[in-house]
Every structure is written in structure tokens, then in C-alpha cells.
């Protein structure tokens, strides 16, 4: 099966880029792994208007349900700024290794994320809540 191309709205990609360069600004020299990763997906994705971006595909602030492929136990993650990150409450950092996974994806895919029990392995089942699909461009 291949990988889709990463499509990401020009608004996150906007907002996103404002992250990275504010953590990196205040880390500095230090190296930024999740950062470095993020801006990797930043730079091989294509950038479109938030009107563009397909209805499967799981972007900022994003609901989307997932089933874990071991344990077949289902999830619902809310993808977020760090600056809003409630791990506990389902709402994951795009920062996180499991909010990394999650961006760009899109329904039907199986995404890959490190646990500190190893790594596990996620099947996007569907998205609750999208913001370019619900025209919510400016969350």
C-alpha cells in the first residue's frame, strides 16, 4: 500500500512554522529531535488553502478514532498546539510522538508511535471533527 502525500492547510503550516522557530529560538544549540521531525513533515508536505484539504486527512485540532492493531482497544485523540496538550483528556501535542504520527495522516493509514513499552501501532478508523471540513479555519 503506498503512503498518500502529506497535505497540510497553509494556515497550520503558518502557525506550525511559529512553533518550531519559537522552540527553537528558546532551546538553542540543543538538539530538537520532535522539532526537527515536525519541520521535516513541514518541508515534504504540500501546503494548501484550508479549503483544499481532503476530509480524511487529520490536521490541527483535529478528532480523530483510532484502533490500537495489538489490542484492538479504540481511542479518540484531539490533535493540539503544545501549548494545549491534555494527554490525560485525549488532547495530544503535535509535538509528542503520537501527535507526530497522527498529523498528515489519513483515514485508513497506520501510523507508527514510540511508547516507553516499545513501539505500537494505530489504524486511523475515522475523523470526528476536522476543522477545514467543518470550515473552522481559524482555530
Same mark, same amino acid.
Given at each position: ?15 506550525? $512554522? &511559529? ?6 529560538a528558546?532551546? !538553542? ?7 526537527? &521531525?515536525?519541520?521535516?513533515?513541514? =518541508?515534504?508536505?504540500?501546503?494548501? &488553502?484550508?479549503a483544499? %484539504?481532503?476530509?480524511d486527512? %487529520?490536521?490541527? =485540532? ?10 484492538? $482497544?479504540?481511542?479518540?485523540? =484531539?490533535? *493540539? ?8 483528556? !485525549?488532547? *495530544? ?10 498529523? !498528515?495522516? /489519513? %483515514? !485508513?493509514?497506520?501510523?507508527? #508511535? ?9 489504524? *486511523? %478508523?475515522?475523523l ?6 467543518? $470550515? /473552522? #479555519?481559524?482555530?
Amino acid at each position: 500500500m503506498s503512503k498518500k502525500q502529506s497535505v497540510i492547510s497553509k494556515f497550520d503550516q503558518d502557525r506550525l $512554522q &511559529e512553533v518550531i522557530d519559537t522552540m527553537k529560538a528558546q532551546s !538553542g544549540k540543543r538538539e530538537w529531535s520532535r522539532g526537527d &521531525e515536525l519541520q521535516r513533515k513541514l =518541508n515534504e508536505s504540500m501546503a494548501v &488553502e484550508p479549503a483544499e %484539504i481532503p476530509p480524511d486527512v %487529520i490536521t490541527m =485540532n483535529s478528532i480523530a478514532r483510532v484502533r490500537d492493531k495489538e489490542s484492538k $482497544q479504540e481511542g479518540v485523540y =484531539n490533535l *493540539v498546539f503544545p501549548s494545549d496538550s491534555k494527554p490525560l483528556e !485525549g488532547r *495530544v501535542s503535535v509535538l509528542s510522538s503520537l501527535g507526530l504520527a497522527l498529523f !498528515g495522516s /489519513h %483515514i !485508513g493509514d497506520v501510523v507508527e #508511535w514510540e511508547t516507553p513499552k516499545g513501539l505500537r501501532h494505530l489504524e *486511523v %478508523i475515522g475523523l470526528i471533527y476536522q476543522p477545514e471540513s467543518a $470550515q /473552522h #479555519w481559524t482555530l
